[in-house]
């Protein structure tokens, strides 16, 4: 395991956001990397940054593709506690993930 050591949150971010770049760059055309990322407060600004990155044509996610490990029993997609809802707000909606490219949990199938 590696641990990252940063000054605080803002470098924390950038350092996360310029990680994921980095090992999006290693892919060649057609090559995906696949990621489980998280949702909430920690990653909040990683994503913004992700996101201004794309809007200012530095960046494109179309080579990422994301799974989600995590998603409440039984709470409606749109719900505003969803992690799916959360996703979407705070990642999806910012930058250009394919949406074929994000897989969710269904958190209404049954056991």
């Known amino acids: 395991m590696r641990v990252f050591l940063r ?12 990680y ?4 999006l760059k290693t892919k060649e055309s057609g090559e995906y990397l696949n990621v489980a990322l998280p949702c ?10 992700l996101g201004e990155k794309v809007k200012a044509g530095e960046l494109s996610l179309k080579q990422l593709r994301v799974f989600h ?7 409606p997609e749109k719900s505003e506690h969803s992690q799916i809802q959360w996703m979407h707000t705070n990642l999806y909606s910012i930058v250009d ?12 199938r049954p056991d």
């Open 97 to 108: 993930i394919l949406p074929s490219n994000v897989h969710y949990l269904n958190p209404h």
């Open 20 to 23: 994921l770049i980095s090992l």
């Open 69 to 75: 490990i995590d998603e409440f029993l039984d709470l």
């Open 40 to 49: 909430g407060y920690p990653v909040q600004r990683m994503y913004a940054i």
């Open 7 to 18: 000054n605080d949150y803002e470098d924390l971010s950038h350092f996360a956001a310029d």
